[in-house]
């Protein structure tokens, strides 16, 4: 799982100028929330894993689908936080906490999660709300927009009303839903879900989970409850929805199959390894050797690590997220060759993954020959123009930019990973200095030169 513990947050998308006016609103509004919310809401960190985001979008399609929506450009990210609570981050991202999909049973359940914030989406409930932020597609206000989401997560709602005016406002501006459209992405959701033959009986069975929350403290409720308000008027008209549905749905092994790959590799890698050892035994299933071979690996075990990813191998000869945590296990055990040969074998069976491309890149870093550092620079641009905004891609971008002597584009890179992981006085500073190293006019330059103007427009000093 590359890239697995990064601050701040990511969007695939083509960079372009942000309008001032709109700059201006963004970072302000967005600088304020990040500067007085908690410490420990900021904290909280983005998962990037090839697997489980191809994964989750296999869930996602087919409600896509249903809801007249484009599922190429949708997309579902995971945040690191044992909380329950799922939201929609902008007009194609839906953000799912690791706790909410530990907590789901079945894929059913999750299609239930992501079809009501989907409604969201097609409703125009949080757009409306946000439009100006969402036009606001530079690296640097990226960054700050999930960043804002964590920690409005985080209940910050109170600190940021006093910087941005009122507390209402504040809830207003970042994912409180009313009741009505509560309702409103309720029956779309569950909609959607029967037309893509997804059991509704699952929406209820998600906000199951939930009951009696709003009985307690606002500290103790999970975020959810207190971002999608529950009532029992709420979750008697679900059951009404999902009831008209009933027998019109179908079984879905390959729905199935794919939660369970995401469901369980994200409690490999997140829950005690010595709890997941225990958990799956000797179970001789795929998934089973996945998460024995995880579960070695974080203890760390890495001989015992590396003989079960033998045999899932042998299992699944021709899996590319197999390969990519092959490689992954063998590069943070310094098993650097093996790792180099298994990245690249991923790269060819999955040549359109941005996530494995940085991986295979950070493992040609790893050698430090003057070769390998060539071909992981040609490897991680690649993988930048079809995911700019991963954190741990662009600390490796700088390090070979650095390592073929391109000083100005290694501060570009290091400016923009600065900028993703709202640290925007730190890449300021190394924004002016790639203003100074960068040919006027070039993309970098321009990249530079937006991340130098939102920490401008949010007051920050260089």
Known sequence: MRAFFQRGGTRSMAAIRTAPASRVLVALALAALLALAPAASRAKTLIRDAEIEHALKQLLRPLANAAGMSGGSLRVLVIADDSMNAFVLDGQTVAIHSGLLLRLDRAAEAQAVMAHELAHIANGHIVRRLTNMRSAKTTAAMGLLLSAAVAASGNAGAAAGLAIGTQSTAQRLFFVHTRAEEASADQAGIRYMARAGVEPEAMVDVLNIFRG???????????????????????????????????????????????????????????NPRYTLRRVGNDSSTLAIMERAIAYHRLPDPDKAIAEMARLEAALPDDAYVLELKGQILLESRRFGPAVTAYARAVQLAPGEPLILAGYGEALLAPDTPDANRKALAVLEKARASDPYNPKLLRNLGVAYARAGNNGMASVATAERYALTGQLGTAAIHAKRAIGLVPRGAPGWIRAQDILSAAESAGVRK
Do not use: C, M, N
């Open 213 to 271: 929350q709003e009985a307690l403290s606002a500290g103790r409720q999970d975020p959810y409850v207190r971002t999608h308000p529950l009532t029992a008027d709420r979750l008697r008209s679900i059951k009404g929805y999902a009831a008209a549905y009933a027998g019109k749905t179908k079984d879905d092994p390959e729905a199935d199959y794919w939660f369970a790959r995401a469901k369980g590799k994200l409690g490999a890698f997140l829950q």
